[in-house]
């Protein structure tokens, strides 16, 4: 069983285009995260939500627009597609993730490689 | 800004050998490290753990060190084995962070035989 799976997992589309990324966890977790892989594999944190709550916003521009119906589900949609935004999203999740508390194992999805051309 | 970096950027290492990766981070807050193990076309996935209040930490053939003196960080893989070829990133945050979490820039591993 996939504990994170994201869809699709390929996605090319062109410049100006308006597309989501779902992202689902079944391992009860109540902290989901989306985490953007550039072309040299730098990995860096665009978003956490913690019980359907936003706690991480990295300075990602507000063409991303995550979206939390319940804890086990983060989409990221994403307006206006540029080219630098070609990159690998990769979903998260953790359990028991809170201020005042070491942090417990992330568990990473698949990725979904996107292309905008 | 604080960054966390790594030495080598591509590691070969001979099958049966032992391997040994290394990491650099700056920010002295930092509480929790990890090391992940990133496939060709997959996520990364979980290897080991350490928090800061540990030096050592032992997994099955892995085994983490932490120098906090020096902020330092490494990953060795006993027996190296083909299926151990991956990129490898090690990861720190801090405990009133929600979790989040700062990559290294990744180490190429390449198991020849």
């Known amino acids: 069983d996939t504990a994170v799976s994201q869809t699709p997992k390929y996605l090319v589309t062109q410049m100006g285009n308006d597309k989501s990324i779902k992202c689902e966890q079944n391992?009860?977790?109540?902290?989901m995260y989306w985490y953007k892989q550039d072309s040299k594999k730098f990995l860096k944190i665009m978003f956490s939500y913690n019980n359907k709550e936003l706690i991480i916003n990295e300075t990602v521009p507000n063409r991303f627009s995550p979206k939390s119906p319940d804890k086990a589900h983060l989409n990221l949609h994403i307006n206006s597609l540029e080219l630098g935004d070609s990159a690998v999203y990769f979903c998260?999740?953790?359990?028991?993730?809170?201020?005042?508390?070491?942090?417990?194992?992330?568990?990473f999805g698949e990725g979904s490689w996107l292309t905008v051309v | 800004g604080e960054s966390v970096g790594l030495h080598l950027p591509t590691l070969s290492v001979q099958e049966g050998d032992n391997s040994i990766i290394n990491c650099a981070y700056s920010?002295?807050?930092?509480?929790?490290f990890i090391w992940y193990k990133q496939e060709s076309g997959k996520g990364p996935q979980f290897i080991i753990d350490?928090?800061?209040?540990?030096d050592k930490r032992q997994g099955q053939r892995v085994t983490v060190l932490l120098n906090k003196t020096v902020k330092h960080l490494s990953l060795q893989i006993a027996a190296t084995q083909p299926g151990d070829s991956a990129v490898y990133f090690c990861a720190e945050t801090i405990t009133d962070s929600w979790g989040k979490l700062q990559f290294g820039a990744g180490t190429q591993v390449v198991v020849t035989p």
């Open positions: 391992l009860g977790h109540d902290t």
């Open positions: 350490i928090r800061s209040n540990m």
């Open positions: 920010n002295s807050a930092s509480d929790y």
């Open positions: 998260a999740s953790s359990q028991d993730v809170a201020p005042d508390r070491a942090p417990d194992t992330i568990y």
